[in-house]
């Protein structure tokens, strides 16, 4: 693919040009409401695979939907087949529910803003999907000689569930140099990221049942257990609340310490303390200190409480002895911990404390982490550069993508993750939207990217995962 030149003028007007085809198909994806955790969805879900597979045939590709075991996932591929090379472009097109207040409209009815396109998934990740779509339709058109394969799930939103054992039967059919991740965020508008790390996660439910039901404290308190107040204890111990350290021991022992280089990179990222707390509602932090808080979010492990449920919670007082309790907690891991490990130190300290409490197993995922130099990191950079002025900043995320790692280790190739998505788009947040400008400059990074890479030639200088 490195004979297409960019005929700069020429990507620019067929770009306007497919802007109504564009949002008419953004429509159609975002009015199915593709909602994967909800089982009363799941014809929707179907439904669209097959008009995502529709409009891969629409621009001219193959397209097939794969069974899973779970929702289905469909793979597509635009090029001449005929190459044993391609760039395969991951997006999920499943969406978080949409059932916040705040919506000001039907969440699966597309409204479009000026430049706006309101709705549930146009930003994560519907409109990052079409926008490489559109993109792979072009660089066909205009000489590409390495295929763009298209790999979308539908249950991205449920910790893909199924995709590792999918994209392991299906990797022999999909020759692939390197995959893009476009469901990532960017610093701020203007200031774009490419993320190299994804944190791991490893989840967990502790439930302490001290007796059969509640009982009447006037009766039995003083003598009774209190289910919520030794739960409350516990988690007390397992995570300093003020500072964030956790407190189990071995915690940290496997976690890999940031580079130098890296850091000095995040700060340089155009990363802003007041702009971070601003964008997510937060009305203090723990630290203000710039390069505290980047380490924390995006390279270091975290013990969060997500919620503690047992007792009474309505209105007025009820004067009980909860004899149930139950708190979810997680783990956000960075690389070397291992999830299962993680689990284990978290049951052994929880019961070493307490004995009675069950610690399970609320599901994991790897960390991820992947270049941050080399060629196609380097196409990655001037394809962002190219279409929106401006140098990306390589920078970790701190959330998880559970495909990613199952891709890097069955389809052998990098994955670089580019996003289009900006803070203020709101991530499984109401009135979420994506925005033309994302759309427009997004499908120009994308044939410059596959303009450089298919010219790479990873086939030649086979990739190796890097050591930590
Ligand atoms: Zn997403």
Redesign the pocket.
């Known amino acids: 693919m490195s004979k297409l030149a960019i005929d700069d003028a020429g990507l620019d007007g067929y770009i306007a040009a497919c802007r109504n085809e564009y949002e008419a198909a953004l429509r159609a994806l975002v009015e199915t409401p593709t909602v994967s955790a909800d089982p009363a969805r799941a014809a929707d879900v179907r439904r669209g695979a097959t008009l995502a597979a529709e409009l891969i045939r629409q621009c001219g590709g193959e397209a097939q939907i794969v069974e899973t075991g779970g929702h289905p996932l469909v793979l597509g591929r635009l090029g001449s087949g005929n190459t044993k090379r391609g760039i395969a472009v991951y997006n999920?097109l499943d969406v978080q529910p949409a059932e916040e207040p705040e919506w000001q409209h039907d969440p699966f009815r597309l409204r479009i803003d000026g430049e706006r396109y309101v709705g549930r998934g146009t930003t994560?990740?519907k409109g990052p999907a079409l926008a490489a779509l559109f993109a792979a339709r072009y660089a066909v058109q205009h000489g590409a000689t390495a295929d763009v394969q298209f790999i979308w799930e539908f249950e991205?939103?449920i910790g893909s569930p199924h995709f590792d054992a999918a994209i392991a039967v299906q990797a022999k059919r999909l020759p692939v140099d390197a995959v893009l991740v476009s469901?990532t965020v960017w610093i701020a508008r203007g200031i774009p990221a490419i993320a190299y790390g994804l944190r791991g996660l490893q989840g967990a439910r502790l439930v302490l049942e001290t007796g059969v039901k509640d009982t009447h404290s006037g009766l039995t308190g003083g003598a009774a257990r209190n289910a919520v107040g030794e739960l409350a204890q516990v988690l007390s111990r397992c995570c300093n609340a003020a500072t964030g350290r956790a407190l189990i021991p071995g915690f940290y022992d496997d976690a890999a310490p940031l580079a130098a280089d890296e850091v000095r990179e995040f700060l340089a990222s155009g990363f802003s303390v007041a702009e971070f707390q601003r964008a997510h509602g937060l009305r203090s932090l723990r630290t203000q200190d710039a390069e505290t808080v980047v380490r924390r979010i995006w390279g270091e492990p975290t013990f969060e409480v997500h919620g503690i449920a047992g007792g009474y919670g309505g209105p007025g007082i009820k004067t009980i002895v909860p004899q149930r309790a139950e708190a979810k907690v997680s783990m956000r891991l960075v690389p070397n911990q291992e999830p299962a490990r993680m689990l284990r130190l978290l049951t052994a300290f929880v019961q070493s404390i307490n004995p009675d409490i069950r610690v399970e197993d609320a599901g994991a995922l790897p960390w991820y982490l992947g270049q941050r130099s080399g060629p196609y990191a380097e196409a990655a950079r001037r394809a962002i550069a190219y279409a929106f002025g401006k140098s990306p900043a390589f920078v970790r995320e701190g959330g998880s993508?559970g495909a990613v790692v199952a891709m890097e280790r069955h389809l052998h190739a990098p994955v670089l993750l580019m996003g289009l998505s900006l803070p203020e788009h709101g991530?499984h947040a109401p009135n979420e939207y994506f925005d033309w400008g994302q759309a427009a400059g997004g499908m120009k990074a994308f044939v410059r990217f596959f303009a450089e890479a298919g010219g790479i030639g990873a086939r030649q200088r086979p990739w190796q995962p890097r050591a930590v």
Do not use: M, P
């Open positions: 999920h994560d990740d991205e939103e469901d993508i991530y």
